[in-house]
């Protein structure tokens, strides 16, 4: 490899090169830069070169796939006059107005949906800067398995509890429920003037340690091996069971229930029950996050790799950006009188059935779960379909 001496002395000497000389240097100088843009452009993360007037001087093809410029769109333009989705805009407005550096700042795209790291670095040349090197490296996957660590590990550590802790409590549980039906005998036994404020009293304790069994029965589902009985089953009518089931209710919260579900869509492999269970968890909690003109909508199809996909909306409160990482996490809860199991052991049966889970919300907008389910028979992608975009299915 040639370096900027070597360029420097022949451009010093070049009046006493002849022409075969000079082509071959251009030859061998040629091929170095080839090499050089192969290099660049095979690089995984994006990068971005400026001059010191914030013109782009180089840009490699991860960055171009990353923001979705068409080759060579941006050479020579004003980085600053460039539509960069808003996230990254926001950056390098603030790095560039103070000619600070900026060191893998994380940022999600709401576009694309995926986590970068952005870096903004001065180009420096003798100590001066002659411009900025932008840096873009995905890290979405690297979230996610960040996140799902996090969740087995919190599982790991429930089920090492689990047992004792709920023996434990249980025991005291059925112990004050039998002493409770003793109570009441001999309540019974008095008049009814002086009988009536302990039979309250009565109600309300038993009310309460109801709520604690309750708790006790999510912890032990949560954290227990599943025995499921795998069958073909069609999501569809799943759905619509649930729905009639939920009709009640859903109409005296003024909530509309929309369905959109693919025509002949394929067998999932799963326990009906457990199935039955995740989505009608998904549906109350969507129920609760609503105030008032509330729509849940629901919709199934098939995606890329051929299993059945099934997303549920509600334009609810939506959860905030702090806390969307944690709703899986055991005993996390934003309701007053939540266990903060219910997800987990939504989470946990999903991947029982190997599919998966995620949820993206945006706060005061809504929120939508997104569901992947396993089929019998993989089956080829039509051309009719096409993909939804979750962020504006929230939006809507």
């Given at each position: 490899m040639r370096n900027s001496g070597f360029i420097q002395k022949v451009y010093e000497k070049i009046d006493?090169?002849?022409?075969?000389?000079?082509?071959?240097?251009?030859?061998?100088?040629?091929?170095?830069?080839?090499?050089?843009?192969?290099?660049?452009?095979?690089?995984?993360?994006?990068?971005?070169?400026?001059?010191?007037?914030g013109k782009v001087l180089l840009i490699n093809r991860a960055m171009e796939e990353f923001i979705s410029v068409p080759k060579g769109r941006l050479y020579s333009q004003d980085i600053t006059d460039w539509h960069f989705d808003p996230e990254i805009r926001e950056v390098l407005d603030s790095v560039l107005s103070s000619k600070e550096k900026v060191l893998e700042r994380e940022i999600h795209l709401n576009r694309t949906d995926k986590t970068f790291s952005i870096s903004v670095l001065p180009l420096l040349s003798s100590g001066e800067p002659e411009g900025h090197i932008i840096i873009l490296v995905d890290i979405?996957?690297?979230?996610?398995?960040?996140?799902?660590?996090?969740?087995?590990?919190?599982?790991?550590?429930?089920?090492?509890l689990s047992a004792g802790v709920a023996h434990e409590i249980k025991n005291p549980l059925t112990s004050i429920d039998i002493h409770i039906q003793l109570?009441?005998?001999?309540?019974?036994?008095?008049?009814?003037?002086?009988?009536?404020?302990?039979k309250n009293l009565l109600v309300i304790v038993k009310e309460e340690i109801d709520r604690l069994n309750s708790i006790v029965q999510d912890f032990l589902f949560a954290v227990r091996p599943m025995s499921m009985s795998f069958e073909r089953e069609d999501i569809n009518a799943i759905i619509e069971e649930l729905a009639e089931f939920l009709k009640y209710e859903l109409m005296e919260k003024e909530i509309n229930l929309v369905l959109e579900l693919e025509k002949d869509i394929p067998l999932v492999i799963v326990d009906q029950k457990y199935l039955k269970q995740v989505l009608l968890n998904i549906m109350k909690n969507s129920i609760e996050a609503i105030q008032e003109n509330g729509e849940i909508r629901i919709n199934t199809q098939v995606n890329s790799d051929a299993d059945v996909v099934v997303q549920v909306f509600d334009n609810g409160g939506g959860i905030s950006e702090s806390n969307i990482g944690k709703i899986f996490e055991p005993y996390f809860t934003t309701r007053k009188f939540g266990t903060g199991l219910g997800l987990v052991i939504v989470y946990k049966i999903i991947k029982e059935f190997g599919g998966d889970i995620k949820v993206k919300s945006e706060e005061g907008r809504g929120t939508v779960f997104t569901i992947t389910l396993p089929v019998l028979e993989k089956k080829k992608k039509l051309l009719t379909y096409e993909e939804r975009d979750e962020s504006q299915a929230v939006n809507r």
């Open positions: 006493k090169l002849d022409h075969t000389k000079i082509r071959g240097i251009i030859a061998e100088l040629s091929t170095e830069k080839e090499l050089y843009k192969l290099v660049f452009d095979s690089m995984i993360e994006g990068v971005i070169v400026t001059n010191s007037e979405t996957e690297k979230k996610t398995k960040e996140i799902q660590l996090r969740q087995a590990e919190s599982l790991a550590a429930l089920t090492t109570l009441k005998k001999e309540i019974a036994k008095l008049d009814e003037e002086q009988s009536r404020d302990m």
